[in-house]
């Protein structure tokens, strides 16, 4: 972290201006430096514990060449009651389980892992327990020899993390200062509401960067203008970073962070944001969010102001949840408006955060090629015990996403291509609002050794 100091912090919270050259984004010695340094040694978010909730489960996580095996070993929810191993037959090199054709990853359930070439068999610990004609190696075959190789791997937030070369350090130090400020927002009881993923044309790193920042508001969602006007900003957290809204005058702090609509009548404006932003949107908000806003004309005298519209409103939705069974934790205003409204979990995680509900958002590599990722999108919430929906990680064109996010894809191919371009100079991000950007690039010019932002003489 101690490079980081090297940014100079100017008046204001903003940072120099810096440009970013192609190369981090187009580059196939890039790329390889990046599964070489990066992903092999880093922890990755491969899944969610609820996804293999009973003994024997298990789950693959591929990053480039790599693949692993995370698998529920006993019950309970401390680390040692999960494994993860190298997804490769230590007698041939077969991958172990494969990932069915057009998935995103194999889930399922096994006793043991039975290696599809010559059955050599492994159980849950990773330990071989049959070898066909084992005399055949007239006894060299030791333990070491035949057993799966162990990975990294912890959980935090209802996530399931590895670290392929396991050589990250502990899974808490790395997430600092993210994991602390989110613990707040107990992320590990909310379930998915919906989860798809996809390939696309662009670098992974263009994909993350279409959400990491409130800049291109304005300019790709304009409908998202007439709820008000906020002014975003971007912190620099370390290797992670974080983003969120400066809450409007005379509002508290969290107002910022369930943006109140803004307009003639705040009970009228925050209702049409909150239909809005499920319809086209349906992240970063709930059904009974949607509800509490609809109800807001009938429960407040017009003329309301805004500061008590938001006040009425949260706590509305949140009585509404408690008779249900769902219990938003309190998180402290002031805590609410330093954590942002999301968090970019370097390299390649991004945690949009709520009391109630969550999105998320990953990119990694596709194949080999600089030039395609595969992206994956997730909205969360909390639910009554019992009561959430069974999903699967479902596979859809960009036309079946919500049409805010296709505003978003929009953006990504453009980017790629447009990076390409002889007459490109490099990206400049906004040293305020877009300063993720350069944050996320220093961190990784740190590991790759390539690609470091530069700062713009004057
Ligand atoms: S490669 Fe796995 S048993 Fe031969
Ligand atoms: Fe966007």
């Not at 037959?89 to 494969?98: A, F």
């Not at 596979?395 to 191919?413: G, S």
């Amino acid at each position: 972290m101690g490079e980081m100091g090297k940014i100079v912090e100017v008046a204001g919270d903003l940072v120099e201006p810096v440009t970013i050259g192609r190369e981090a984004y187009v580059s196939r010695d890039y790329l390889e430096a990046e599964r070489e340094k990066l992903w092999r040694h880093h922890w990755l978010q491969a899944g969610r514990i609820e996804d293999i909730p009973n003994v024997g489960d298990f789950i693959t996580y591929d990053i480039l060449d790599d693949s692993v095996i995370i698998t529920r070993c006993a019950v309970g929810s401390g680390p040692d009651t999960i494994n993860a191993f190298h997804n490769v037959c230590p007698h041939r090199g077969r991958k172990l389980i494969d990932t069915p054709k057009g998935q995103r990853n194999a889930r399922g359930n096994k006793t043991n892992i039975v290696c599809g070439f010559h059955g050599w068999t492994f159980n849950r610990e990773g330990k071989c327990s049959f070898i066909e004609h084992r005399d055949d190696w007239q006894g060299v075959l030791t333990e070491e020899r035949t057993s799966l190789g162990k990975v990294a791997v912890d959980t935090w937030g209802g996530f399931l993390w590895v670290n392929i070369a396991s050589d990250a350090g502990p899974l808490r130090e790395y997430l600092e200062p993210a994991a602390a400020m989110l613990d707040p927002f107990q992320l590990e009881n909310m379930r998915c509401r919906w989860r798809k993923w996809i390939i696309f044309e662009c670098n992974w790193k263009v994909a993350m960067e279409a959400f990491c920042e409130t800049y291109h508001v304005p300019g790709t969602h304009p409908e998202f203008m007439e709820f008000g006007q906020f002014r975003g900003w971007g912190r620099n957290q370390g290797r992670h970073s974080n983003i969120g809204y400066d809450a409007p005058k005379g509002q508290e702090e969290d107002a910022a962070k369930l943006r109140l609509g803004a307009g003639e009548d705040p009970r009228q404006s925050t209702w049409e944001m909150q239909d809005f932003t499920w319809k086209y949107a349906n992240t970063n908000t709930t059904m009974t969010l949607v509800e509490a806003a609809r109800r807001l004309k009938d429960e407040l005298p017009e003329g309301t102001p805004a500061p008590e519209v938001s006040r009425h409103w949260l706590a509305s939705a949140r009585a509404a949840d408690e008779k249900r069974g769902v219990h938003w934790p309190v998180v402290d205003p002031m805590h609410t408006a330093k954590s942002g409204t999301s968090w970019q979990i370097f390299p390649n995680q991004q945690i949009g955060h709520a009391v109630n509900n969550m999105l998320t958002y990953q990119a990694r590599p596709y194949g080999d090629d600089p030039n395609m990722c595969i992206f994956e999108g997730a909205v969360y919430e909390l639910y009554p015990e019992g009561e959430a929906p069974e999903t699967e990680w479902e596979y859809t064109k960009p036309e079946d996403w919500p049409p805010v996010l296709q505003q978003d894809f929009q953006n990504m191919a453009a980017v790629q291509k447009g990076m390409k371009n002889a007459g490109w100079k490099g990206a400049q991000p906004n040293p305020y609002m877009e300063r993720t950007v350069g944050s996320l690039h220093y961190n990784l010019a740190r590991v790759t050794g390539m690609g470091a932002p530069q700062k713009i003489q004057g």
